[in-house]
């Protein structure tokens, strides 16, 4: 390569940098939609065009929708923020992050996967909030994580006003279950890959 064609590069890399940062700088990553589409968008070509800079405080920022897909963004990076965003996006009060996370993890389906999901169920008693993860539990080939699934709703049940009928939560649980399922078979391919590259503790503290 010439040494004209290697200073156009770079100059053209360094003015996408610019445009980048700036975007990421002026959008607000937790506003209205689509303003956290946007901020995830510039921020993943930043990094891509920076690999080795230090992106964390910038993906932190984020805490409502898009945090599942930064999640996955930074496995797929090898960040060093990743457990964190994991363990945020399972938390979040946005249900698609939720749905998302569980997905990724029950495709995944390590023992760490499964330490993540269950560390949720330890956390809270709440039916919706852990409705994700009990699913992606479930869908576990280890049947071993399934009891600790059974054992968390007979010390939480729905409440049934009656015998003959599911409980609204039955229900949801029903629907998100499906949810998960199919983003489980949206993501497969995606996702299948850090199985074997993503290993939690290496990069990350």
């Known amino acids: 390569m010439s040494a004209t064609r290697i200073i156009e590069e770079k100059s ?9 940062k700036d975007v990421v700088n002026r959008v607000d990553p937790n ?11 510039a921020l993943k070509l930043l990094v891509r065009l920076n690999p080795k800079g230090d992106w964390e405080n910038e993906f932190l920022r984020l805490n409502r929708n898009e945090l599942s897909e ?3 963004f ?3 990076m090898k960040l060093p923020c990743s457990m964190s965003l ?3 996006s399972l938390r979040s009060d946005i249900p698609n992050n939720r749905i998302e996370m569980a997905a990724v993890l029950a495709i ?3 023992p760490w996967c499964h330490d993540e999901l269950v560390s949720v169920l330890t956390e809270t008693s709440d039916q919706e909030m852990t409705t994700e993860c009990r699913t992606a539990l479930f869908e576990s080939r280890n049947v071993d994580v399934h009891s600790i699934v059974h054992d968390w709703e007979t010390r939480h049940p729905y409440e049934k006003p009656d015998d003959e009928y599911l409980t609204i939560g039955e229900l949801a649980k029903e629907r998100r ?9 949206e993501l497969h391919d995606r996702i299948i890959t850090l199985r074997d590259r993503f290993k939690p503790g290496v990069e990350d503290v």
Do not use: C, K, Y
Not at 12 to 20: A, E, F, G, K, V
Not at 31 to 40: A, H, N, T, V
Not at 177 to 185: R, S
């Open 86 to 88: 994991i363990r945020r």
């Open 70 to 72: 930064a999640a996955m």
């Open 177 to 185: 279950d499906a949810i998960v399922q199919f983003e489980m078979q």
């Open 74 to 76: 930074a496995m797929e």
């Open 31 to 41: 506003g209205e939609l689509p303003s956290p589409r946007i901020w995830i968008t």
């Open 108 to 110: 995944i389906d390590l």
């Open 12 to 20: 053209l890399s360094d003015r996408w940098n610019r445009h980048l």
